[in-house]
């Protein structure tokens, strides 16, 4: 259960109006961003009270898709302190990658190898939520859905979501955790011959 506190009352605000002055919207859609974030902490409450990785599921995207003008990681550092710039710093991929595969590959292999328990959990959520959004979006609009994204086919993230599942696995994340993200792969990919 989530204990709301003050500091999570403020990582809720500050993250909600990041993403409204970045004008975010989820990809395609007209839903405020900051359903992302909260949906993701929702998730992570499953598995942990732990403070600092709720508050870094509301912030994981800022470092990564709000401007530094509007909220910067000093602001999240002096707001939250280091461990939680930590955890969103580990889930942020690295944009000066610029070829998808590369900069997802890139992203795994941090996942894997070097990213804190903690950012696996954040970064578990974070792909269980948008795979869930993806699922409901096909079901209403079909294989327009894989348009929004940069690699604009199914196979992609097929490819995509199965390498986030074995990093699961592979880092011994909690089983209602890694189970959802199997199951929604094959609600998507499996029951859809992809």
């Known amino acids: 259960m989530i204990k709301y506190t003050e500091r999570l009352d403020l990582a809720l605000r500050k993250s909600s109006r990041a993403f409204e002055q970045a004008g975010r919207y989820r990809k395609g859609t007209d ?21 600092d990785i709720l508050i870094a599921c509301l912030m994981h995207d800022i470092l990564e898709d709000v401007d530094d003008e509007i909220y910067s990681e000093a602001e999240m550092l002096r707001d939250f302190g280091d461990r939680v710039v930590e955890i969103v710093k580990d889930v942020t991929k690295d944009e000066s990658i610029k ?18 328990e ?3 959990i954040v970064a578990i959520c974070d792909k269980i939520h948008n795979l869930l959004s993806t699922v409901m979006d096909y079901d209403s609009v079909g294989d327009e859905v894989w348009l929004r994204f940069r690699t604009k086919n199914a196979e992609d993230q097929k490819w995509w ?20 993200l199997n199951n929604l792969i094959n609600s998507l990919f499996e029951k859809n011959n992809f």
């Open 118 to 120: 903690e950012a696996v």
């Open 99 to 116: 070829e998808w595969h590369k900069r997802s590959q890139a992203y795994l292999n941090h996942l894997r190898y070097e990213a804190s």
């Open 161 to 180: 979501y199965r390498s986030v599942l074995e990093v699961a696995k592979e880092r011994k994340i909690p089983t209602v955790l890694v189970t959802q």
């Open 31 to 51: 839903i405020p961003y900051i359903m992302h974030p909260v949906a993701v902490m929702l998730l992570a409450s499953n598995v942990t009270d732990d403070e």
